[in-house]
């Protein structure tokens, strides 16, 4: 069973309380033990980050290059053991637990190379005798506070562009999967960083995640997680003296139409994959299938054929293609959007129901409602789980104008054999992510990812965009005497 300590300033540290990590495939099998800070660990880790800033800010592009390609080498050289443990930990399956932790690695050498790019632009005056210059510097002390849904992943994806373009790190991972982030702990503090200028403090939300959130050294936050709490961490950020900049990435109700010329194999595919695999607990899961007349009779019966197929069991079994939900509290969501959905009168197609297996765990199978009208709230809000909702439309232009009425705006698909539509959706689709036969789950690791409306809020995370969150601009003008 795994100790885990905050690591502050170089040290590893332990803590009065702490809390066990819990496999959701068997509660039985507890992972390890993690620490729990408070507010004075909060302290002490944005008063090392503060000491470290200096040096690191101003160190070499080759130093940090180096430090995030050993990371990545790490990651990716471990990834079988490190996607085991995220598994056990999270309840994905092998294959998509190894694949989370090589796009951890992959993210890590992405922005080793990105420290080499880091340029600025030169520019003439409208004033005689006058350059300007415009350069990227780093913001400071950075708060990180990521979900449970990509243990790895997410930390991964602010981490390693915050200590690329010269930040210092404080960073709290979920409660629920602390162990994915205290071996990627482990890796950097082995890089070769210096001591404070990455920090990990585990614990409650409510006790590190708002201490981070109000601590005055810390100028900017990074956040993943639901809505709710993201809402009131940007009203907290923009009391605080001084304000925070902030980057919020939430929820999504994601649309997938498929249209009558649409390639009926490929469209449930595409279902299949982005609305149920990992236990359908992604903000870019596809939670409401937008289906043409001509074809919605034969995808709903394809559907909930190949559902019948899908395995749902222990997250590391051989033959698994659904693990687990996370925890009894969002088993009890899930079960809730289930009893509300039949209660507005939508059909329950298939699935929906608890699932029994050889360890206790929270095994639900697959539901698909049909019948469902875009108004209800199975199909306005986040459930995140394992559920999805089959809505008719008449034709194209009735598709296009459902997926856009929502208040999300994170990913949208659309399977269709028609280079017209598909160029037409790309444009209209009110989404930050758009995919043309392809799940709306399931993204590049270099190009920007994020969206509009209710599901993301400042700039945009990943590729080099992440340096609009991760950098500050400095204009400066100077007058030349001779
Ligand atoms: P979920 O319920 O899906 O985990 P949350 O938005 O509650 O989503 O959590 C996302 C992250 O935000 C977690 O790391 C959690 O600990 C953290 N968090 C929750 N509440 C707060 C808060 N009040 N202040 C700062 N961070 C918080």
């Given at each position: 069973?795994?100790?885990?300590?905050?690591?502050?300033?170089?040290?590893?540290?332990?803590?009065s309380?702490?809390?066990?990590d819990i496999?959701p495939?068997?509660?039985?099998?507890?992972?390890?033990?993690f620490?729990?800070?408070?507010?004075?660990?909060?302290d002490?880790?944005?008063?090392?980050?503060k000491?470290?800033?200096p040096?690191?800010?101003r160190?070499?592009?080759?130093l940090?290059?180096?430090i995030?390609?050993?990371?990545?080498?790490?990651?990716?050289?471990?990834?079988?053991?490190?996607?085991?443990?995220?598994?056990?930990?999270?309840?994905?399956t092998?294959?998509?637990?190894?694949?989370?932790?090589?796009?951890?690695?992959?993210?890590?050498?992405?922005f080793?190379?990105?420290?080499?790019?880091?340029?600025?632009?030169?520019?003439?005056?409208?004033?005689?005798?006058?350059?300007?210059?415009?350069?990227r510097?780093p913001?400071?002390?950075?708060?990180?506070?990521?979900?449970?849904?990509?243990?790895i992943?997410?930390?991964?994806?602010?981490?390693?562009?915050a200590?690329?373009y010269?930040?210092?790190v404080?960073?709290?991972p979920?409660?629920?999967v602390?162990?994915s982030?205290?071996?990627?702990?482990?890796?950097i503090?082995?890089?070769?960083?210096?001591s404070?200028v990455?920090?990990?403090?585990?614990?409650?939300?409510?006790?590190?995640?708002?201490a981070?959130?109000?601590?005055?050294d810390?100028?900017?936050?990074?956040?993943?997680g639901s809505?709710?709490t993201?809402?009131?961490?940007a009203a907290?950020?923009v009391?605080?003296?001084?304000?925070?900049?902030?980057?919020?990435?939430?929820g999504g109700?994601?649309?997938?139409?498929?249209?009558d010329?649409a390639d009926?194999?490929?469209?449930?595919?595409?279902?299949?994959?982005?609305?149920?695999?990992?236990?359908?607990?992604?903000c870019?899961?596809?939670s409401?299938?937008?289906?043409?007349?001509g074809?919605?009779d034969?995808f709903?019966?394809?559907?909930?054929?190949?559902m019948?197929k899908?395995?749902?069991?222990d997250?590391?079994?051989?033959?698994?293609?659904?693990?687990?939900?996370i925890?009894?509290?969002?088993?009890?969501?899930?079960?809730?959007?289930?009893?509300?959905?039949?209660?507005?009168?939508?059909?329950?197609?298939?699935?929906?129901?608890?699932l029994?297996?050889?360890?206790?765990?929270?095994?639900?199978s697959?539901?698909?409602?049909?019948?469902?009208?875009?108004?209800?709230?199975?199909?306005?809000?986040?459930i995140?789980?394992?559920?999805?909702?089959?809505?008719r439309?008449?034709?194209?232009?009735?598709?296009l104008?459902?997926?856009?009425?929502?208040?999300?705006?994170?990913s949208a698909?659309?399977?269709?054999?028609?280079l017209?539509?598909?160029?037409?959706f790309?444009?209209n689709s009110?989404?930050?992510?758009?995919m043309?036969?392809?799940?709306?789950?399931?993204?590049d690791?270099?190009?920007?990812?994020?969206?509009?409306?209710?599901?993301?809020?400042?700039?945009?995370e990943?590729?080099s965009?992440?340096?609009?969150?991760?950098?500050?601009?400095?204009?400066?003008?100077?007058?030349?005497l001779?």
């Open positions: 069973m795994i100790e885990g300590l905050n690591l502050i300033a170089g040290d590893w540290e332990a803590s309380e702490t809390a066990a496999n495939s068997n509660t039985g099998d507890i992972v390890g033990q620490a729990r800070g408070d507010a004075a660990a909060v002490r880790a944005a008063a090392a980050a000491a470290a800033f040096a690191w800010s160190s070499t592009i080759q940090r290059h180096d995030l390609k050993r990371i990545g080498d790490e990651i990716l050289a471990r990834k079988e053991e490190l996607g085991r443990l995220l598994s056990r930990e999270e309840g994905k092998l294959a998509e637990g190894i694949g989370e932790v090589a796009r951890a690695g992959q993210i890590f050498l992405f080793s190379g990105e420290c080499l790019r880091l340029a600025g632009e030169k520019l003439p005056s409208v004033r005689p005798s006058v350059d300007v210059e415009v350069t510097e913001i400071g002390i950075v708060g990180l506070i990521t979900p449970w849904n990509f243990p992943a997410i930390p991964a994806w602010k981490i390693a562009p200590l690329a010269g930040n210092c404080v960073f709290k979920a409660e629920l602390p162990a982030s205290h071996a990627l702990a482990e890796i503090s082995r890089s070769g960083v210096p404070g990455f920090n990990l403090v585990m614990g409650k939300g409510s006790v590190v995640g708002d981070i959130l109000k601590h005055r810390i100028s900017a936050v990074s956040f993943t809505v709710a993201g809402r009131a961490l907290t950020a009391g605080c003296d001084p304000m925070k900049k902030i980057q919020l990435e939430m109700k994601n649309p997938m139409i498929v249209l010329d009926l194999g490929i469209a449930v595919d595409c279902a299949i994959n982005s609305a149920f695999f990992s236990t359908g607990q992604r870019t899961a596809s409401r299938l937008i289906v043409t007349e074809v919605h034969r709903v019966s394809a559907m909930t054929e190949r019948k899908l395995v749902v069991d997250a590391l079994k051989d033959g698994t293609h659904i693990g687990p939900v925890d009894q509290k969002q088993l009890d969501q899930d079960l809730d959007y289930l009893r509300i959905g039949r209660d507005e009168g939508a059909d329950l197609a298939a699935g929906g129901e608890i029994n297996r050889e360890s206790p765990g929270f095994f639900l697959p539901a698909l409602f049909t019948g469902v009208d875009n108004s209800m709230r199975i199909a306005r809000e986040e995140f789980g394992p559920v999805s909702a089959v809505i439309a008449k034709d194209y232009e009735e598709a104008a459902l997926a856009n009425d929502t208040d999300f705006g994170l698909g659309i399977c269709t054999g028609s017209k539509y598909a160029s037409h790309k444009r009110e989404a930050g992510m758009v043309v036969n392809l799940p709306t789950a399931g993204v690791y270099h190009v920007p990812f994020g969206g509009r409306k209710g599901s993301s809020y400042g700039p945009r990943q590729g965009y992440a340096a609009e969150f991760y950098t500050t601009v400095k204009t400066a003008y100077s007058h030349n001779n």
